[in-house]
């Protein structure tokens, strides 16, 4: 007879369990219930003559355990009245043990056959063996698979031990990964798991390499796990003997170096495995790591290697088996009630679930690290997501053990835009690699792209578009880890700042110490670099703006922004406040007539002239104000304009008073509530102008708005009632409910 033990499995696992096998025996379809929602239930239903079945599953290892908390229950389960009551644990019950839960529910439970100890679930299960394949924590960690073992030769067994592994059973989650890496496997006998650190490709290959040693179908013999080289798996390959090998890391750890012959002996063991066929070879790398190698070896690009590679993505996961992950990992944890609940309560556990830094190992190390232990209860879920806001654990390692170039590479990138032109990029690079670099320093274009693949899939992904290629970060967390290395080491961002060949690289994400909320606020000593190169970029004027422009969302293509050097003054005026605060005739020197008088620009022209000295300008206070008082005429320009009546313009204040003026006003307002789709963006703008100018009278305009807003959410309403109605049915609803459901069994 089987002998599983159940602890193996969640609360959650083991109340579905109990449900699937109540539901073979007996025919009926039971509901789950979260616990602390369900008054004592955790699975009803009703029999065919109407009556109220209740069952409720119990995972405890101790009968004592169990004992006091079916008594703490008696009253819920007397309120509910059923007209039977089923209980299922994992204890293994003596007969006394039965005939005391027997008398403590006399009145509803029929007889001892509605209590079901381990012995009797593992009877059951005999005679089901859907159900337990289905639950495959079970049957890879049960005694039979174990002793079957002893009767492989597990060689090098110190390197492969099934205690660490059984442990890893305990959180693994199926997902998509698996079964996409296991048909790679059968089909071409050998696999290439990549991606980025963290994400779980040696879990993933482990678990591979178990399932395959319990299958008595598949009957592999040996498994070898491979510790140092290819040649200590050429000196046990056998022919005619089933064998599994894995080599983790096969590339190195958290850098490639390289092997004289490396690939010539892999492409050769990898040939002599799919020959075999009855061989499996399991690799693991990191997708950086693999690109450098691809770089460096020809065998290994020549042979086409990725055409057996598993990529896994933690964007492929669903928010139901990131759900279950972070769930495990807590049921496993050890963790007391009370951090439990800290992280229940408000659905904290959704906010890790959804986090754009959503990653297994974050949540491996939050839960090995204790972090319990270092705060109170009330403070702990905040301390988790500040490990989700900074995971420098999970980027630092592999960024350091990146090649120079790679790594300067990205420090580039950071202070570019989210998403930039792939030549920009390089363009950018090549100007600070020169300047770094010294005489020495042209960027040889073999050595670019060899890094570029290095970065591939693991720290960037590099795309095309539909005329040219762009570059984005393959995780939110890279640019946030990036920013964050580059805001704890000043001479990196001297030298960034000195080598910026794009105006945007001077602010994207640095900032002075008047933004509060910028990226890097650099310190007073980087103010004169700062301006250097801004003079610098301002005189040579180059953009790296992007737009958008294809509306495709699967293939998605992007161009350069026509940027003007009027709107990057504007937001380096914006970023460096308190720099030229204190340091005069920076910006003034650019604005010449072609920029202030561009019809094209006036708003950031406008907005420009709120910090500019007049002293130093060319064009005189009154050609300025003649041109714009004749010029301006949107919405967002009469706005600026306004606020220049009180500022630069100040001497011409009379001008916000006046009917001309007061026209321009609400024409401007007008066409704006023409063309816009929501009225609801126009509001704060005739807000502020009414605070700027208070002797405007705007009612006529606020009725107008008043009236637009009135008919929008009118459209809007009779336009949701039926999309929520679909939504209520879509499977992102049903996961939400299924995690919080999962979630409320640790209450």
């Known amino acids: ?37 369900d008054g004592g239930i955790d699975l009803r239903t009703h029999s065919k003559s109407g009556g109220l079945v209740i069952a409720q599953a119990k995972r405890y290892k101790k009968y004592s355990d169990l004992k006091r908390v079916l008594a703490s229950e008696l009253e819920k389960v007397k309120k509910l009245s059923p007209g039977r009551y089923i209980v299922a644990t994992s204890v293994d019950l003596t007969p006394g043990n039965k005939d005391e839960i027997l008398e403590l529910f006399s009145s509803y439970i029929i007889s001892d056959e509605d209590i079901l100890g381990r012995q009797d679930l593992n009877a059951l299960l005999e005679k089901n063996r859907e ?57 071409h006998r050998y696999v290439i798991i990549s991606g980025e650190p963290g994400i ?96 460096y070896y020809a065998k290994i690009e020549q042979n086409d290697l990725e055409i057996a590679k ?80 900074n995971p420098t654990s999970v980027w630092k390692d592999a960024y350091e053990h990146l090649p120079l170039m790679a790594r300067e590479m990205l420090l580039v990138l950071a202070t570019m835009s989210p998403i930039v032109l792939y030549n920009d990029w390089q363009t950018a690079y090549s100007y600070f690699y020169e300047c770094q670099h010294g005489q020495n320093g042209y960027l040889d274009e073999k050595e670019w792209e060899e890094n570029v693949r290095v970065l591939q899939n693991c720290f960037v992904l590099v795309k095309m578009g539909k005329n040219e290629r762009y570059v984005l970060y393959n995780n939110p967390g890279i640019k946030d880890f990036l920013t964050d290395y580059i805001g704890q080491h000043e001479s990196i961002q001297k030298r960034l700042l000195q080598s910026s060949y794009y105006i945007e690289q001077l602010y994207r994400i640095f900032q002075d110490e008047k933004v509060v909320f910028g990226d890097i606020k650099i310190s007073g000593d980087l103010y004169p670099i700062v301006i250097e190169s801004f003079q610098r970029c301002a005189k040579e004027y180059h953009s790296c703006s992007v737009y958008r422009n294809s509306k495709t969302k699967d293939n998605p293509s992007y161009a350069s922004v026509n940027a003007t050097l009027i709107s990057s003054i504007c937001d380096f005026q914006n970023a460096y406040m308190k720099l030229l605060s204190e340091n005069q005739n920076v910006v003034e020197p650019f604005l010449t007539d072609n920029v202030l008088l561009d019809t094209k620009n006036i708003y950031y022209s406008l907005r420009v002239l709120k910090y500019c000295k007049k002293d130093y300008l060319q064009l005189t206070t009154e050609e300025l104000f003649s041109f714009y008082k004749s010029e301006t005429s949107s919405v967002y320009e009469v706005e600026e304009m306004a606020v220049a009546l009180s500022g630069f313009f100040k001497e011409y204040e009379t001008y916000g008073d006046c009917q001309e003026f007061e026209k321009k006003i609400e024409e401007a307002f007008l066409a704006e509530l023409g063309s816009v789709d929501d009225p609801n963006v126009v509001e704060p703008i005739f807000e502020r102008i009414q605070k700027t100018l208070p002797n405007w009278d705007g009612s006529y305009i606020k009725e107008v708005i008043d009236e637009k807003i009135g008919e929008y959410d009118a459209y809007i309403e009779s336009m949701t009632e039926d999309y929520y109605h679909y939504q209520e049915n879509d499977s992102i609803d049903n996961e939400d409910v299924m995690i919080d459901n999962l979630f409320a069994t640790l209450e």
């Open 310 to 389: 598993c990529v896994v993505d933690v964007g492929h996961y669903s928010k139901w088996v990131r759900g279950q992950i972070l769930y495990n990992h807590l049921v496993d944890s050890g963790m007391p009630q009370m951090y439990l609940s800290a992280i229940i309560h408000n659905k904290g556990y959704m906010k890790i679930v959804e986090h754009k830094n959503y990653n297994p190992r974050i949540i491996e190390s939050f839960v090995n690290q204790s972090l319990y232990e270092t705060c109170e209860p009330t403070k702990y879920m905040l301390k988790i997501l500040g490990f989700f806001d």
């Open 131 to 187: 159900i337990e394949l289905s639950y495959f924590k079970l049957w890879l960690t049960s005694t039979d698979v174990l002793r079957s073992f002893l009767n492989k030769r597990i060689l090098n067994n110190s390197a492969f031990e099934l205690r660490e592994v059984k442990e890893t059973v305990r959180t693994y989650v199926m997902n998509p990964s698996f079964n996409v890496a296991m048909d790679i496997l059968k089909k």
């Open 200 to 295: 779980g490709k040696t879990t993933l290959a482990r678990m591979m390499v178990y399932v395959l040693l319990s299958k008595k179908d598949e009957n592999y013999d040996q498994f070898y796990f491979i510790p140092n080289g290819i040649e200590d798996a050429n000196e046990v390959f056998q022919e005619g003997v089933k064998q599994i090998f894995f080599f983790d890391d096969f590339l190195g750890n958290t850098r490639f170096f390289p092997e004289k012959n490396f690939d010539s002996k892999l492409i050769s063991f990898i040939h002599a495995v799919q020959h075999s066929k009855d061989k499996y070879f399991i690799l693991s790398t990191r997708e950086y790591i693999l690109n450098d190698a691809k770089n």
């Open 1 to 37: 007879m089987k002998n599983y033990d159940f602890t193996i499995l969640s609360p959650y696992e083991f109340e579905c369990f109990t449900r699937d096998i109540l539901k073979s025996r007996d025919n009926l379809c039971f509901q789950n219930f979260a616990t602390g929602r």
